[in-house]
């Protein structure tokens, strides 16, 4: 069975120290790997796709790459309006998307 | 702004009464997915239309829940005799030919 798992739930950050979100998954035949930001009441807004092993996407502060069974975003830098809960999620075979339960980040100026 | 779009934002019902969502989704667009989310966690996956046809059903979704996608453009999704287990987002998406699927705003549905 698909599955998506995202650690740390919550993380702290002072504005400014650099962290990472990890996304441990297990699919079977990986056709993209996603991260989406969602602000509370809102819907999910796209970041990135990976596709295979090694891949590395960038935008402004965030940086996303993909290994076998993990991703990681790092934030360097961080500002307040970074603050959010990011998503991942897989698509396999299936064709829909599974997501992690989310990273809850607030970045404190 | 994704241009998907969906009406109401907010939906406060009581339950066993029935409610109805719809979905515009990008134009041109001919799949289109319905997900659910509850607090604290991801959305979940409910059902998926390619142009009119519904082609999967997630086992969330019981048979209170019905989804319809006339003409293939816009998509409802109606739940039946709504029950508080019922209060979440419900979310559309609608895939690019790439397959990244961008959200509307969802539907904030809390029944009393």
């Known amino acids: 069975e698909d599955q998506v798992t995202q650690s740390p739930e919550a993380l702290r950050l002072q504005e400014g120290e650099s962290s990472s979100l990890n996304c441990s998954y297990t699919v079977s035949g990986l056709r993209g790997l996603f991260w989406y930001r969602q602000d509370p009441g809102k819907g999910p807004e796209f970041l990135f796709t990976l596709y295979s092993a090694g891949e590395e996407k960038e935008k402004e502060r965030l940086k996303a790459t993909l290994t076998k069974k993990e991703s990681f975003l790092h934030i360097t830098a961080p500002k307040p309006e970074d603050s959010a809960t990011y998503l991942c999620a897989v698509r396999g075979n299936t064709g829909k998307l599974i997501f992690g339960q989310g990273t809850t980040l607030q970045v404190k100026p | 702004d994704t241009g998907v779009s969906q009406d109401p934002r907010h939906k406060i019902t009581k339950r066993g009464q029935n409610v109805t969502f719809r979905c515009d989704p990008i134009?041109?667009?001919?799949?289109l997915y319905w997900y659910r989310q509850t607090l604290g966690q991801g959305p979940e996956f409910l059902t998926y239309f390619q142009n009119e046809a519904q082609l999967e059903k997630s086992r969330l979704l019981s048979d209170r829940f019905s989804a319809e996608r006339p003409k293939g453009s816009f998509s409802t999704l109606e739940i039946q005799r709504t029950e508080q287990g019922d209060s979440a987002m419900y979310l559309c998406a609608s895939p690019t030919v790439t397959d990244t699927q961008y959200f509307g705003p969802g539907t904030r549905l809390t029944v009393l």
């Open positions: 134009s041109e667009h001919n799949r």
